[in-house]
């Protein structure tokens, strides 16, 4: 890849969404940054801040705002796609309903989708999974596979890819998931020397899933 | 620990933190208040969203916004501070400097300063951990040690206790601690179930450190 094109990142960002499943990746692309030019744009329904914290959980319940950069209708062009999970995929907020149109609409155009933990559902609801392999959260795997039967759901993997578009298991996947996107983008180097700064030994074999044995999958 | 009494859990960030020295740890305990009242206050210098990105790496770097609760001086009683790390660290921010500031005067009121990679260099500067074991990153622990040689650094480890102060090593070392944390204040079948529903396969032992051998610690 071009060291002087930059490639253009978006996440797509809803109430409830699970921190992890963002800030892995996104941890990752941001030390990627400091030697690979990207763009990153963090999108949501509105401008206002976007909380991790679901009204479907506990009334206890905490979580951090994040702040978007654009709304999907101002969102610029992307090449990569990141769609986080988390209990809000569940609700029915506009900005679900939003992520789920724009997976739609932007699809055609990307050169990756990557969806973390129940992400996958969201994209899955999109149509864009129908007749492809894809992966998902193991504690609500079946609830991902009644949500769209037609998507060819792989129950033991850590992540899963088909074509460009890689989907991730839950939550701290997406972590080993954009290191081995990163080792097959930009090379095993990069991703090698990311993940040791990052001090994280990645989980290499995509078919590792001992979380696929806990929920008896 | 009275499940009716909430732990109130404090974050200090500054310009150029790791965002997932943050989160690692931040969505832990976002899913620990599912089931255990926490409060959480999100602080800063000023309530202006405070950047992941740094001005010292890669003019190309990119970060994420994320929004304080609580400035410093409005800061409600804690009984956690956690402190992450990052190249911001290095820079005499307000933030960073108040950060320090911070950890020097509520010290002596937390149950537990938890800190992350770098982040234990601002509690040493705060001079919280002179003659206590602590740990932080690998790659730069020779900067470490200089700028506080009163700590006893241990080179290695995934994360230190000494007291009621938790050091973790770089970056994903934050949710082996957060993990053990958790174990050890909400008890062991607790952090399993959080473990699980992250799909994370902790290091539960905390020695265990293959990045020491990596920078040759």
Chains 1, 2 share one sequence.
């Not at 506990?58 to 986080?84: C, N, R, W």
């Not at 939003?98 to 155009?109: E, G, L, N, V």
Request: net charge negative; hydrophobic share 40%.
């Amino acid at each position: 890849m071009a060291e002087s094109t930059p490639l253009r990142v978006g996440i797509a960002l809803f109430p409830g969404f699970q921190a992890l499943d963002a800030f892995g990746p996104l941890d990752c692309l941001n030390v990627l940054s400091t030697t690979h030019p990207l763009t990153l744009s963090v999108l949501s329904s509105t401008l206002d801040p976007v909380t991790s914290k679901t009204s479907m959980t506990s009334p206890h319940a905490i979580g951090q705002q994040i702040v978007p950069t654009h709304t999907f209708a101002t969102a610029p062009p992307l090449d990569v796609l990141l769609v986080p999970g988390g209990v809000g995929t569940r609700e029915s907020s506009p900005a679900v309903l939003d992520t789920i149109a724009f997976i739609q609409k932007t699809y055609p155009s990307l050169k990756y989708l990557i969806t973390v933990c129940t992400g996958s559902g969201l994209a899955a609801l999109a149509g864009v999974l129908d007749g492809r392999k894809a992966t998902s959260n193991k504690m609500v795997f079946h609830e991902m596979k009644a949500l769209r039967p037609q998507v060819d759901w792989v129950p033991r993997a850590r992540w899963v890819t088909d074509g460009n578009i890689w989907t991730a298991s839950g939550v701290t996947a997406g972590i080993d998931l954009t290191l081995a996107w990163v080792a097959e983008v930009y090379g095993k180097d990069r991703a090698t020397a990311i993940a040791n700064e990052i001090e994280h030994t990645p989980h290499s074999d995509a078919s590792h899933d001992p979380f696929a044995d806990l929920y008896g999958l």
